[in-house]
C-alpha cells in the first residue's frame, strides 16, 4: 500500500465499517512505522482489498484488512491474508493476533481455517460489537497453508 492508494481504501474503509472506519492520519501513520506491512489488493486499476501486519519479533498483529463487499468469496481475503503470515514468518514472527468483531462470522472462519484459535474477548471494542481476540502461533516452515495450530 503506498499513500497513492489510500483514498480508495478510504472509500472501502468507510463502506464496510462505517462505525469503526480509520481515518486517513490513521492509515498515514500506519504506513510511517517501519514495523508495519500494509498490501492492497487490485482489480485492474481499482484497490479492492487490503490489509496490514505489525510485526515486532516474536510477535505480529493484523492490523486490519478489508475486501470489496462485490467480492467476498473469491479468495481475496485468504489471498491478502496469506501475504500477511508470509511476511510474518520471513520476519521471524511467531505469534500472530487480531481482534475479529463477534458478529462477523465469515472473517472469524477465515481465520480459523488459518490456524487462528479464540483467546479472548474484548467487550465493546468495536462500535456495537465485542472483539473476539485470536492468535496464531507458527510451527517452524508452517508458512501461511491452513496446516492448524499446534
Keep these: 500500500m503506498t499513500v497513492e492508494d489510500l483514498p480508495a481504501a478510504l472509500d ?3 463502506a464496510l465499517f462505517p462505525e469503526d472506519a480509520w481515518t486517513e492520519g490513521m492509515f498515514r501513520d500506519e504506513l510511517s512505522h517501519p514495523s508495519r506491512h ?5 482489480s485492474g486499476d481499482r484497490v479492492v ?12 498483529d493484523v ?5 470489496a463487499r462485490p467480492l467476498w468469496g473469491r479468495g481475496i481475503g485468504r489471498a491478502l491474508l496469506t501475504v500477511l503470515l508470509d511476511r510474518a514468518e520471513r520476519e521471524g514472527v511467531t505469534h500472530v493476533f ?18 487462528f484459535i479464540r483467546i479472548g474477548v474484548r467487550r465493546g ?6 472483539a473476539i481476540v485470536m492468535r496464531r502461533t507458527a510451527r517452524p516452515g508452517q508458512g501461511s497453508g ?4 499446534p
Design 12 to 14: 472501502l474503509e468507510q
Design 38 to 42: 500494509y498490501v492492497v489488493a487490485e
Design 49 to 60: 482489498g487490503y490489509a496490514g501486519l505489525r510485526s515486532v519479533p516474536p510477535e505480529g
Design 63 to 67: 492490523q486490519t484488512m478489508a475486501v
Design 98 to 115: 487480531l481482534e475479529v468483531r463477534d458478529d462477523n462470522p465469515r472473517a472469524q472462519k477465515l481465520y480459523a481455517d488459518f490456524g
Design 125 to 130: 471494542y468495536y462500535n456495537g460489537a465485542d
Design 146 to 149: 491452513e496446516e492448524g495450530n
